[in-house]
Nanobody
Framework: QVQLVESGGGLVQPGGSLRLSCAAS????????VAWYRQAPGKQRELVAS???????NYSDSVKGRFTISRDNAEKSVYLQMNSLNPEDTAVYYC?????????WGQGTQVTVSS
């Protein structure tokens, strides 16, 4: 079964940091653009950051300068380093991999930023 598995979510204080990980299996990982999305309560899912097969990155305006996406093709993993977290970052974060007509989604990991 093709799958993406996220980890690293949790509860963090405002101003703190978390590093999310997403491990892929049973895909040729380096072909895919991989991304992190998030969905907060009552809101639509939004793209947070993406990185393509060449290493080009894109970020939403709300996280630029605070979050960094990276990938390790040998490990078939994608990471999201999140710094200077604020309560507006609270959401379920999802890993996504896209290539051609294929979209693969992880199960999500909860990030809660609260004092």
């Amino acid at each position: 079964q093709v799958q993406l598995v996220e980890s690293g979510g949790g509860l963090v204080q405002p101003g703190g940091s978390l590093r999310l990980s997403c491990a892929a299996s049973r895909i040729v990982f380096d072909r895919y653009t991989v991304a992190w999305y998030r969905q907060a309560p009552g809101k639509q899912r939004e793209l947070v950051a993406s990185i393509d097969r060449a290493g080009n990155t894109n970020y939403s305006d709300s996280v630029k300068g605070r979050f960094t996406i990276s990938r390790d093709n040998a490990e078939k993993s994608v990471y999201l380093q999140m710094n200077s977290l604020n309560p507006e970052d609270t959401a379920v974060y999802y890993c996504n991999a896209h290539w051609s007509v294929i979209d693969i989604w992880g199960q999500g990991t909860q990030v809660t930023v609260s004092s």
